[in-house]
């Protein structure tokens, strides 16, 4: 069974920063697209990031210029560096595979930015 810890999140002023980070003990880690993706409350899921085992990188257009993903799989793990936070990404935030589900969903790891 697969478990993936998401973190990073956390209570931040508009147009701060924070750095998520996923680790997910999943065998040949770097062979997948990941994704981070989030969820609002009353809102479906949605994809925030995405790359692939080549590092190609897409993002949603409301977080372009200031979300970025990265990758090491060296420690079988995703990242998402946040900058210029808006209320509006408040969201619970989570990583799995960008086509489709490798693993159970996680936790999740909360992002609420507000004043």
């Known amino acids: 069974q697969v478990q993936v810890v998401e973190s990073g999140g956390g209570l931040v002023q508009p147009g701060g920063s924070l750095r998520l980070s996923c680790t997910a003990s999943?065998?040949?880690?770097?062979?997948?697209?990941l994704a981070w993706y989030r969820q609002a409350p009353g809102k479906q899921r949605e994809l925030v990031a995405s790359i692939t085992r080549v590092d190609i990188t897409n993002y949603l257009d409301s977080v372009k210029g200031r979300f970025t993903i990265s990758r090491d799989n060296a420690k079988n793990s995703v990242y998402l560096q946040m900058n210029n936070l808006k209320p509006e990404d408040t969201a619970v935030y989570y990583c799995?595979?960008?086509?489709?589900?490798?693993?159970?969903w996680g936790q999740g790891t909360q992002v609420t930015v507000s004043s």
């Open positions: 999943v065998r040949f880690f770097s062979l997948y697209s």
């Open positions: 799995n595979g960008a086509q489709s589900p490798i693993w159970a």
